[in-house]
């Protein structure tokens, strides 16, 4: 697969040529420096590093200051690997988002935004005990029982619980180009993508 990094701008939505409106995620895509090559006899694997997003020389450290200057470009944020390109990469090239073409689909992938701390009914969808409390107090959103009692007077590995929800890795698969306007370094995909506004994202088609 051959891809770029890029980083979500916000929703909107286009028309299309049949006056359907249809909801896009913009994402500023590229331009990608490639910053390392893996190869099967010195990795034991292959593989393209991308970088993506500028970054301050003196919020870098000295190891990656090297590592961006061996290939000839400025420190960057944003620092992945893709296998499989469809055609060899050479170090220090820069991709831009013409590697892309409108229609056709692609698997995106990035840090879904954190909620928290959150209790079973956010979490896991829960009903509660809806109205009838018998007169128990703040118990509506309360999980319930957790298992048995003596045997194995313990909580069983897996069971749905209040805990911490969000900032995952999450991957959305087969979302179509709708448009790219190269010149500003942008993709609209069709549909919502994981994360935040201003959230790193890594973007893979299947060649």
């Known amino acids: 697969m051959s891809g770029l ?5 916000g929703m909107t939505s286009i028309y299309d ?11 500023e895509a590229g331009p990608c420096v490639v910053t390392q090559i893996r190869t099967k006899e ?16 003196k919020h870098t450290t000295s190891g990656l200051k090297g590592h961006f200057a061996k290939a000839g470009t400025t420190p ?3 620092i992945s690997e893709f296998t499989r390109f469809e055609h060899r990469k050479e170090f220090g090239e820069v991709i831009t988002v013409e590697v892309f073409i409108e229609g056709e689909y692609v698997d995106v992938s990035g840090i879904s935004k954190g909620k928290g701390f959150q209790g079973v009914v956010k979490r896991h969808g ?3 005990v809806g109205d009838a409390t018998h007169g128990q107090h703040n118990r509506l959103r309360a999980p ?16 749905r619980m209040a805990g911490r929800m969000g900032n995952h890795k999450v991957k959305l698969i087969n979302l179509q ?5 190269p010149e500003k370094n942008l993709i609209l995909v069709k ?5 935040a506004i201003n959230g790193y994202l890594k973007i893979e088609r299947w060649n």
């Open 5 to 9: 990094l890029g980083k979500k701008i």
């Open 17 to 27: 040529a049949n006056g359907k409106n249809i909801p896009v995620t913009v994402i």
């Open 42 to 57: 010195k990795d034991g694997y292959e593989a393209v590093q991308l970088s993506f997003d500028e970054k301050k020389e």
């Open 76 to 78: 960057k944020r944003y």
């Open 126 to 128: 829960f009903a509660g």
């Open 144 to 159: 319930g029982s957790l298992g048995a009692s003596s045997y194995p007077s313990r909580v069983m590995k897996g069971v």
């Open 177 to 181: 180009i709708v448009k790219i306007v």
């Open 191 to 195: 549909g919502a993508v994981p994360g």
